[in-house]
């Protein structure tokens, strides 16, 4: 399925807004959150690397994976390994940053698993995992027949886009939880920071929201951009 609009301009408007986003979860977590450590007594800034990774990685990287077929002026092959190596760092970038979550409470002792956010985001992690290692048997090494690649093509995409529309909704679902505790221990309700986490999260999905209108998007006939040829 293809909607009645050129690929190339759809994507620019992604990238732009994934470096707005990434932007804004930077100053939200080092100006006004007090930055960003692995090892450090105040087990925040250990926290805070999870909204930076998550988002920077596996929303902001791992989409750009996904637009890199429809943006990229390159032969398909090259395009191929480009997609497959965003995946990859934005799959490991997302591990971390669900490792530094856990690490986080560890060593705030405060329970694991307890909310939807927590749930959803063990899945997304889960099923992102899975469709790398089939994508990259099926597609890339040691590579499928044709008629396996030909018949796992269609879910390779479905299967990605579903998994992708759940990393952005459970994002969403982190930056409500994380401001909702921070304004039930004081802070202001319609503050600076109130503002610049929902605005944030909206630039989240519109993010997500082009990069998915990306892949329903045209190219010119002669571009050899298209899915279909992984
Ligand atoms: C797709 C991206 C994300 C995934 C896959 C994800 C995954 C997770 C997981 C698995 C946990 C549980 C850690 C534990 O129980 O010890 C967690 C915790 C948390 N995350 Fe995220 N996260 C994502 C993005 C975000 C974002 C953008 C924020 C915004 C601040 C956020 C806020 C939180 C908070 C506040 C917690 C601690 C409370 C809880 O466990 O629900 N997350 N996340």
């Known amino acids: 399925m293809a909607i009645g609009v050129k690929a190339l301009p759809i994507s ?9 986003a990434a932007i804004l979860v930077l100053i939200w977590n080092i100006s006004f959150r ?6 450090a007594t105040n087990k925040n800034l250990i926290f805070n690397l999870h909204p930076v990774l998550m988002l920077i990685g596996l929303i902001i990287i791992g989409g ?14 090259e395009k191929k390994l480009v997609h497959l ?4 760092i934005a799959l490991i ?16 002792n405060i329970a694991n ?9 063990i899945g997304v992690i889960v099923l992102y995992g899975i469709q790398w290692i089939y994508g990259f048997l099926v597609f890339f090494y040691p590579g499928g027949t044709s008629a396996i690649r030909s018949e796992s093509l269609p879910w390779h995409v479905l299967f990605g886009t579903f998994v992708y529309i759940l990393a952005v909704a459970t994002a969403t ?3 409500l939880e994380k401001l909702t505790f921070l304004q039930s221990t004081g802070l202001a309700k319609y ?35 298209s899915y279909s040829a992984i």
């Open 191 to 225: 503050g600076p920071e109130a503002f610049l986490v929902n605005f944030t999260a909206i630039v989240t999905i519109l993010f997500g929201t082009f990069v998915i209108l990306t892949t329903l998007s045209q190219t010119p006939p002669e571009d050899d951009y």
């Open 64 to 77: 750009e994976a996904i637009i890199s077929y429809k943006s990229l002026p390159l032969k398909k092959p």
């Open 173 to 175: 679902l982190g930056y």
């Open 34 to 39: 007090g930055g960003l450590a692995w090892e």
């Open 85 to 88: 190596i965003l995946h990859a």
């Open 93 to 108: 970038l997302g591990i971390l940053g669900v490792y530094l979550a856990f690490k986080f409470h560890n060593e705030s």
């Open 113 to 121: 698993l307890y909310s939807l956010h927590s749930w959803l985001g």
């Open 12 to 20: 620019y408007v992604a990238h732009v807004l994934g470096i707005v």
